[in-house]
């Protein structure tokens, strides 16, 4: 199983910098392995994401599992309040 974070290192807005920390801080500190992908310094990785979304409009951060969409920071942020996290990553 493969969990892949698309974030962005280069940012100027502020909330979606947050966001972006946010999931890194949680999967760390859950023991969570994954693979960052950064749009910014990847060349084509951005189109990559949208393509596997079908979403050509949408935005970093997106958390994808066995290449499978699987939310971005609102989904992430609702399993953890939710206590549903590994389930979310399908890891339960």
Known sequence: MTI???LSS???DLALKKHMHYIED???GQGIEY???????QLGTLKEMRDKMG????IVP???VDDKHVGGY???FAAVEDEE????????
Do not use: H, R
């Open 4 to 6: 892949t974070l698309y």
């Open 55 to 58: 979403n050509d409009k949408a």
């Open 10 to 12: 280069i940012s100027s």
């Open 85 to 92: 996290l590994k389930s979310f990553l399908n890891l339960a």
């Open 74 to 76: 609102d989904e992430l």
């Open 62 to 64: 997106q958390i994808f």
């Open 35 to 41: 693979e960052k992908i950064d749009v910014a310094t």
């Open 26 to 28: 949680i999967l760390q």
